[in-house]
């Protein structure tokens, strides 16, 4: 049989066979004179074996060991590995419908956070500061919209151990925000930062500022943060540097002075 012979009994492109060659997983047959290349049945056999592997799942380094004269792995534990990694992907799509789900459920009831797709926690953390926010008059906070961004960008990025406690967080957070009086604090906190975008570091508005920060962050709730939590490894003040160079000089040194005295206790 010619190239195309095979390649058509077997079900496969030339340009497969000739890859397979390649790889070893189909040995080169004998030429002709002509130099063209003579296949039998075995070839055949052996070439539609390997398809019927890869059209299982199987890779092809997978499938030359199967198909290796020594038997590097037997086909019951490349099958079995297969199954196992199989297993994990419908776990994975399991879990990625179920967070699908949830967004569709969300966004048929509260509506989606600008900010989405975010944890449920979060997102309940979203819509109650954002019932808060509509109670006084005036154009949102520009710094509340930071605030969102910053917790969006945290939770992305945060290890397993690390969201854990940010759950917590914004559960105090959100119950900080809906508590009794807990509107004028907020808005009267983004008001004092909002007023220092023009101002300079040492405005003796930034020591108010920073009180009123203190006032609304408990200390339990700044330690839920990564860059705030102990052992939070060399990427903690690069990280607190960065968030603070996004904010104006007098607002980076109110929230400075707020988290400085949060750690230390002075709240």
Request: hydrophobic letters at 45%; proline letters at 7%; one cysteine or more.
């Amino acid at each position: 049989m010619r190239i195309g012979e095979l390649a058509e009994l077997a079900g496969v492109s030339t340009r497969a066979v000739r890859h397979y060659h390649h790889l070893g997983l189909l040995p080169e047959p004998r030429r002709l004179a002509n130099g063209y290349r003579a296949y039998g049945l075995r070839d055949a056999v052996v070439l539609a074996r390997v398809r019927r592997l890869t059209e299982l799942g199987l890779s092809l380094d997978e499938v030359r060991d199967v198909l290796a004269d020594d038997a590097g792995r037997e086909l019951r534990e490349v099958l079995e590995e297969l199954d196992a990694g199989l297993a994990r992907q419908e776990e994975a799509i399991r879990a990625r419908r179920e967070r699908l789900a949830a967004l569709l459920r969300r966004a048929d009831g509260e509506g989606l956070p600008a900010e989405s797709p975010v944890s449920e926690e979060l997102a309940a953390l979203f819509a109650a500061t954002a019932r808060t926010a509509e109670e006084p008059p005036g154009p949102p906070s520009p710094l509340a919209a930071k605030d969102r961004e910053l917790l969006a960008l945290l939770e992305t990025n945060a290890p397993p151990g690390t969201r854990d406690r940010m759950y917590g967080m914004y559960e105090a957070l959100r119950s900080l925000a809906t508590a009794p009086g807990a509107s004028g604090r907020i808005h009267e906190t983004y008001a004092l930062l909002d007023a220092l975008a023009d101002a300079a570091p040492d405005d003796p508005r930034v020591a108010e500022a920073a009180r009123a920060v203190v006032a609304c962050l408990p200390p339990d709730v700044v330690s839920g943060l990564p860059y705030a939590a102990e052992g939070a490894g060399p990427a903690a003040e690069p990280f607190l540097a960065a968030f603070l160079a996004d904010f104006a000089p007098a607002q980076a040194e109110a929230l400075r002075r707020a988290f400085r005295a949060l750690a230390e206790g002075d709240a």
